[in-house]
């Protein structure tokens, strides 16, 4: 049986404890029928945004609805701007965040979803000191968000 998702932008979710990077929750695997888990992410200029990490089994999306979004695709960093679409498929290291000297405003797709809004809601957590880094570290099967290392990422200008 399919699932029909309507989120409203009045009512949607919002996790503002960090103003460098506002994530608004709009539709999780619990509320989709596992489909998809979707949020809206914009990130100020300076933000760090999402470290390297891979999924096992999630794809993950990207459409700029403005600004600039550097985004590590292997070993590889490319660079999208508004109206761009990227997808990530499972296993592929990544990361993203502005590019220098820009803000991004991101709608990010995950298939199959998989209740992600206690991770943003744990990220939230760890920005007001409530959670600590090792609380990330162990959510990593749950939420199929592994932290790996990247020098591509490291490295880059920014």
Do not use: C
């Amino acid at each position: 049986m399919s699932t029909i998702t309507l989120s409203r932008a009045a009512t949607a979710e919002t996790l503002v404890s960090d103003p460098a990077s506002i994530i608004t929750l709009l539709a999780d695997s619990d509320t989709t029928g596992g489909a998809i888990t979707a949020n809206r992410s914009k990130f100020a200029e300076g933000s760090f945004g999402a470290p390297p990490h891979f999924h096992e089994k999630a794809t993950e999306a990207f459409f700029v609805l403005d600004g600039t979004l550097q985004v590590l695709t292997g070993e590889e960093i490319v660079t999208l701007s508004k109206g761009d679409f990227l997808v990530v498929p499972p296993k592929t290291p990544h990361a993203f965040a502005p590019a220098p000297g820009a803000e991004a405003d991101v709608l990010v797709l995950f298939t199959p979803g998989n209740d992600r809004f206690d991770y943003y809601r744990l990220l939230d957590r760890l920005a007001r000191k409530e959670a600590t880094v090792q609380d990330l570290r162990d959510s990593q099967e749950r939420f199929d968000n592994h932290y790996t290392e990247s020098t591509v990422w490291t490295g880059r200008k920014g």
